[in-house]
């Protein structure tokens, strides 16, 4: 399976009655807040595929509750997260914006696929290794291990073309495509094999205070993680105190100059300037210079995006609204597959009287 860089796809024009191809993605409401690896790893692939794709975005609610979750505190995440997604500039006009659960089509193809999965194959999972590392295989939920699955399942109810992720979901994505062909191979060709879109550039955005490893909400240490609804002067903190490497030049290396490369992958992103331009901008200047500038692109960057989230938060209707569109157009996406699946696997369609 490759790894897609930038599928390029001729805009249809609008009228013209062709379907543009199809791009899916979820993401867990498991934080108060996005962090900078969701939203460079993930979100902002998001945004820009909206342009020529027919994208479906959702709240992986039922994800989330893979591993306990307080009810009010995921209520109030997952309406955060869909204000973050239409802050970040997914276009509830041109997205499919939905929770999970709202389509339960998702739950239902998965238990179809968990007949197809094999216990050894779900068992190599490496997210499931990790996750249920820390509290013993014992002790994680049957839900965390055939979770997958679920993923598999929110990704082939829409036959969609490409899959924005970040590097950590390659493998669920392999399997996602390994169920696809064995459900097409022994019933009949159903579904389309999806691609993974990974951007190199961003697929690893690491944490300041340990740029070796992934910038992830269990990280140790809250400094080495930018939160998009952290106070915007907490952030430029952050930056500013970001471990930088032995040496004082501006340079990318990610084996020598982790944190500096990692920076500047951060800046490049938000900016749009190239990583060698930006290079050549400091060439002679030291960390500090580079990293009080950071610091000011990113207080730049977060301010209006912090402000837009709390504004839809505060208009709940609205907000609502959105989920509600965005599940109608989704549900008929998937309950036509779903019915395909049913009626393949030899189940007796129901009569309405
Ligand atoms: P998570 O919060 O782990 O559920 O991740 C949500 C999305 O963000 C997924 O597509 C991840 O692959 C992506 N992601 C999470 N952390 C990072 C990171 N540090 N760098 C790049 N992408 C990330
Ligand atoms: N598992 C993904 C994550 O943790 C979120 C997710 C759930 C997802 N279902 C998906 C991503 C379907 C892409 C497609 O980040």
Known sequence: MS???APQVAASGSGTGTARPRVLSGIQPTADSFHFGNYLGALRQWVDLQENYEPFFFIAD????????????LRDRCLRAAAQLIAAGVDPERSAIFMQSHVPAHAQLSWVLQCLTGFGEARRMTQFKDKSAKGGEGAASVGLFTYPI????DILLYRPHYVPVGED?????????????RFNHRYKKTFRLPEPYILKATAKITDLQEPTAKM??????????????????VSAKKIRSA??????????????????SNLLTIYSALTGTSIEELVGQYDGKGYGDFKKDLAEVVVEFVTPFRNR????LDDKET???????????????AERTLADVYDRVGFVKPVSR
């Open 243 to 260: 471990v930088t490497d032995s040496g004082s030049e501006v340079r990318f290396d990610t084996a020598e100059k982790p944190g500096v």
């Open 216 to 233: 992830s909400k269990s990280a140790s240490s809250a400094n080495g993680i930018i939160d998009m609804l952290d106070d915007p002067k």
């Open 169 to 181: 979901q390659r493998q669920h994505l392999e399997l996602t495509r390994d169920l696809a062909q």
């Open 3 to 5: 790894t897609s860089t």
């Open 319 to 333: 907000l609502n609204d959105v989920l509600a569109s965005g599940a109608a157009k989704a549900s008929a996406v």
């Open 150 to 153: 679920l993923m598999s399942s």
């Open 62 to 73: 039922q994800h989330a509750i893979t591993v306990e979750q307080d009810p009010k505190v």
């Open 309 to 312: 989230t709390l504004e839809l």
